[in-house]
């Protein structure tokens, strides 16, 4: 009677905690999720933990680029006469030597920033598309991202997929996977009825799988991005045929 207490003890309240901190003694147990917006790859061996990060990629920005400066003829005046200097007597100090205060490492001993790519959002025509006629959108996006990190000696593969959400800026919303294309491939289209100028609003989901040891487990959590661009749309011209 005993014994089928405890095994009903035992599947109600899972296996004790010492028996999953063996599991992480020899081989890394890892965990991949989201958070702050971020994709973290979460690593437990024995008594260390590693994190590492992979975030979304800031907008390139063009340096700047400094002129050479021309060179200007000078007027130097005539040399002065040198004055002798004289040295004043040096007097040694003594210093007490400085004691290197020891410093606690942190648990998150390694941590790597691996770029997620940004959406750009384009359309066309490209100048002032009309009312009535179909708008043509797309964005530079890939399908699929993959990333390899080394984790504590450990390897993890992740890929992650996008999909999108497209907010035309007149009420007009379209949900797809696919990233568009210019006419007259594309498949993200949007008529405009009215002039005027509408803001598009791109918001990009990530989620994905991540690989460890052959076996593909889900991330947790979702990463999202917004991209915002604006297109002006205007009346056709009218024309009066005989």
């Known amino acids: ?55 979304q990629a800031p907008k390139k920005v063009a340096p700047k680029v400094t002129p050479t400066p021309k060179a200007i003829p ?14 004043k007597p040096t007097v040694k100090r003594t210093y007490k030597p400085r004691i290197k205060k020891a410093v606690t490492k942190v648990n998150l001993s390694d ?70 294309a210019p006419y007259p491939n594309g498949t993200i289209q949007h008529t405009y009825k009215q002039p005027g100028t509408y803001q598009i609003t791109l918001l990009t989901t990530w989620n994905g799988t991540y690989t460890h040891n052959a076996a593909a487990r889900a991330v947790t959590g979702t990463v999202k991005k917004i991209t915002i661009a604006l297109v002006t749309v205007v009346k056709a011209p009218t024309t009066f045929k005989g």
Request: proline letters at 7%.
């Open 1 to 55: 009677m005993f014994t089928i207490f405890l095994v009903l003890l035992l599947a109600v309240w899972g296996m004790p905690a010492g028996v999953a901190a063996e599991e992480c003694a020899e081989t890394a147990c890892i965990n991949v999720y989201t958070d702050n917006n971020q994709i973290i790859i979460e690593a437990h061996k024995g008594s260390t933990t590693v994190k590492k990060t992979i975030t």
């Open 74 to 87: 000078l007027f130097f005046p005539p040399a002065e006469a040198v004055k002798p200097v004289v040295k």
């Open 111 to 180: 941590r790597l920033t691996t770029m997620v790519p940004t959406a750009g959002v384009a359309y066309q025509p490209e100048f002032e598309p009309l009312v009535n006629v179909p708008v043509y959108f797309w964005c530079d996006l890939p399908t699929l991202f993959q990333s390899r990190i080394d984790i504590i000696g450990e390897v993890v593969d992740v890929a992650l997929r996008p999909s999108f959400v497209w907010s035309f800026g007149d009420g007009g919303v379209y949900a797809t996977t696919e990233n568009g």
